[in-house]
């Protein structure tokens, strides 16, 4: 599988691609006034201890309070950790904290006190003395012998915490981990040492920009070329690369061409096919995703697909096309939370297996952490995203001002009955001569023509005359009932 990283700058916005075999498969967006938080370190104060939440709000200097769960709290080496919120914070305390996950919504930031430093190799975990390997290294050999270097290190530089040996680590050699290591404690010390003279809440690290994030994070073996549309980018981008990750310097390339880079491989289009609920597959089915504050659900359809042997053939193969674009769309859009997938109802259990497998499989290449259910019996599959960051919809799209993000509006024949109760209410309070509506030109249309008989008895039955005029900034669901 061949990958390419497309990093376009506009200032003051970054956009990131994640390109594999000519499809776009991810796509990251960043802002000067909206900058990812995950990974900086904070001096905050304490601002509200909630006992029945077991939860702390810590003003750290943003707009809104962060908040930090007794879960997250972690104390010093040897330190027996008490139950209870109230016994490992206080109101005013100062104290040092890590974004977990960016502000969402009306959330603010989730933080935590048990900090982790990344390199391109390793997680360096100041608080503890664990070493671990990831996950995703599944050859046995190659975890111990990981395991067996950062032990070493650990036990023969006492105090400079733990280490995870990330993914990128596998095959790197011994002296390549130790230099990572070595750096991390380095950089840890220089932050503990700005912690101990900081005396103001504030930001006191803050993680790497998009782009060269980019680099440490998403470059894998298989990424053969990283194309930035920036010459001062590229000039940083290769500075890094050769600091920190030497075998990647080749590969990162200046753009050059007339055409702009994310039009060259589609990735606009893709963006804006992201920020729709109906998403088409080629066999003529589709899925409809909607985002809630609480959770995503996905709805499969066969719509236009009718196979070619059977009805259960049909879904099975519509809902098997269906798990590889969910995948697609989950990192597309970067959805995170509770998912819910309603996969087409399938009746044998092999069919139910395969799909899951499928869908599985197609996971594997996310990187957010994500975790499956069975499919349950309401033929419904449950599942987790890891969720860090906001989705591609609330990075670029704001609430409708006509509906307010609801996603519909009242019918100009609603708005129409609304006005006629609002002018009886108002005509038995008030004595007046005239009542004047204004209201949207959809709305007056409809008064003048399929609603006029209603309200020339309404005329009738109050004893005035009612006129009306239409407002081209009103909404169809806006009106205004004035008493002359």
Known sequence: MSEEILINVTPPETRVAVVENGVVQEIIIERAERC??????????????????????????????????????????????????????????????????????????????NISIASRYLVCMPAVTTTGVSQKIEDEDERRRLREILLRYVEAHQGEGGFIARTAAEGVSEEALEKDMAFLAK?????????????????????????????????????????????????????????????IQERIEYYQGERPLFDLYGVEEEIRKALQRKVSLKSGGHLVIDQTEAMTTIDVNTGAFVGHRNLEETIFKTN????????????????????????????EDEHKRQVLRALEKCLARDHAKTHITEVSSLGLVEMTRKRTRESLEHVLCEPCPCCGGRGSIKTAETTCYEIFREILRESRQFEVETLLVLASPEVVDRLLDEESAHLAELEEFIGRPIRLQAEALYTQEQYDVVLI
Request: with cysteine; hydrophobic share 45%; charged share 25%.
């Open 36 to 113: 990812g938080l995950v990974g900086n370190i904070y001096k905050g104060r304490i601002c509200r201890v909630l006992p029945g939440m077991q939860a702390a709000f810590v003003d750290i200097g943003l707009e809104r309070a962060a908040f930090l769960h007794a879960s997250d709290i972690i104390g010093t080496p040897g330190e027996v950790r008490g139950e209870q919120i109230h016994e490992l914070v206080h109101e005013g305390d100062l104290i040092v904290v890590q974004v977990v996950k960016d502000p969402l919504g009306t959330k603010g930031a989730r933080l935590t006190t």
């Open 187 to 247: 950089l840890w010390r220089g932050i503990k040492d700005r912690c101990a003279h900081v005396t103001q809440i504030g930001l006191v690290h803050d993680d790497l920009a998009l782009a060269l994030r980019a680099l440490r994070d998403l470059v894998t073996p298989e990424v053969e070329r990283i194309r930035i549309d920036s010459r001062a980018m590229v000039d940083k981008a290769v500075n890094f690369a050769t600091k920190y990750i030497p075998e």
């Open 320 to 347: 098997l096309e269906a798990a590889q674009a969910i995948c697609r769309q989950l990192r597309l859009r970067n959805l995170g939370g509770i998912i819910i997938i309603d996969f087409i109802d399938m009746t």
